[in-house]
């Protein structure tokens, strides 16, 4: 566990194999919940992480891969794609600013 | 990123031949060759493709929620993709999709990014139940292009 604080967030990934399908779904629809909170989103096979991300949200079957290549990056996996409460989660406390357990 | 630069027009990326509407697959990976089929077909992926679709989805299922799934391949299996593409398989009688009800398959080739607004807007559409339930039932691919065309002002 590690504790994310949301109003340090600038940079969130989504991470899935081939970066070609389902984090480009979810990606748009965390892009258009957090444009009003400055956060930049992006997709990322989790092979390609980039280092300066804030936090990675990846689909539970991948979060061990994703936790290999970043280490120091908080992981939070989900299992829905569709309002999964992980995700859900992380981006109220992007939205409110405040901290979570992740 | 620069996605809008690279978008392909909707009907050049979702050609109308590839939108079928009444398909029939025996379980899923029937259903998953029948996308990779319509891929092939469309010219946007060597047949191998078809193969990383099925290992994908062994390891990470597709299924994404209200009846849809998005089958794909792996970031392994990229080198067989020609071109971005894709197809809209529906099943009006469903395929268990592991557990899940499955109505329509959306299948994924993509080498660059042309791909991105149609797939932002299937998360609009998978977003919004009314408009999920129109694709699970739509019959003309006019249906289909309406509700995956990108309309950002109708947010």
């Not at chain 1, 940079?11 to 748009?28: F, N, Q, R, W």
């Not at chain 2, 946007?44 to 989805?57: G, Q, T």
């Not at chain 2, 609009?124 to 139940?129: E, F, I, S």
């Amino acid at each position: 566990m590690a504790t994310l604080d949301g109003s340090s967030v600038k940079k969130l990934i989504v991470a899935c194999d081939a970066g070609m399908g389902s984090s480009v779904m979810l990606a748009s629809t965390l892009k258009k919940q957090l444009a009003k909170n400055g956060v930049t989103v992006e997709h990322s096979p989790v092979a390609h992480i980039p280092s300066d991300a804030d936090v990675v949200v990846t689909q539970a079957g991948l979060a061990d891969r994703a936790r290999h290549v970043v280490p120091d990056i908080p992981v939070v996996p989900f299992q829905l794609f569709l309002g999964d409460p992980a995700v859900a989660k992380i981006v109220k406390a992007i939205q409110d600013g405040t901290t979570v357990e992740v | 990123m620069s996605d809008e630069e690279t978008q392909k027009p909707l009907t050049d990326l979702l050609a109308p031949a590839s939108i079928r509407l009444d398909a029939k697959a025996a379980d899923r990976d029937d259903a998953i060759r029948q996308a990779g089929a319509a891929l092939v077909e469309a010219g946007a992926v060597d047949p191998s493709y078809v193969d990383a679709m099925l290992e994908r989805e062994n390891s990470v299922s597709t299924f994404v929620g209200e009846g849809v799934a998005i089958p794909h391949g792996t970031l392994a299996g990229k080198d067989a993709v020609k071109d971005d593409a894709i197809v809209v398989l529906r099943f009006p009688d469903g395929v268990d999709w592991h557990g899940n009800p499955v109505s329509v398959a959306v299948g994924i080739a993509a080498k660059g990014n042309g791909h991105i607004a149609l797939l932002s807007q299937l998360a609009t559409v998978l977003l919004d139940p009314e408009k999920a339930a129109a694709l699970r039932g739509a019959t003309t691919p006019d249906q289909v292009y309406e509700l995956l065309a990108s309309d950002e002002d109708d947010e």
